[in-house]
């Protein structure tokens, strides 16, 4: 992946994995399944952004163990060291950040 390039090969794994769960989340809930993604390196590891077209706040939450859903956020939240969700006119923008 490119982050090995950037020297964050010890945020790779963690901010891919985060990454698949958010536009995985576009593709389940955001009718159209459009959303745009911003990669930034920070001075402190990455940061990244999934901007998309749905306002409403977003809860990292446990799922029962037999829903087939609803664990996403919470995984995020899990490999990532912060998170959060910022609502923007029409849309909303989620986004983490991985400390190097």
Not at 24 to 43: D, F, K, Q, T, Y
Not at 44 to 53: M, N
Not at 63 to 81: K, S, Y
């Amino acid at each position: 992946m490119f982050l090995t390039r950037w020297g964050l090969d010890q945020v790779a794994d963690s901010a891919e994995l985060a990454l698949t769960e958010l536009v995985a989340n576009v593709v389940r809930h955001v009718p159209g399944r459009r959303c745009s993604v911003l990669i930034l390196r920070e001075p402190h590891g990455l940061r990244v952004e999934v901007a998309d077209g749905v306002a409403g706040p977003l809860h990292a939450k446990v799922a029962a163990p037999e829903a087939e859903g609803g664990r996403g956020l919470v995984l995020v939240e899990g490999v990532t060291d912060r998170w959060g969700v910022e609502e923007k006119g029409d849309g909303k923008t989620v986004w983490f950040e991985c400390d190097a």
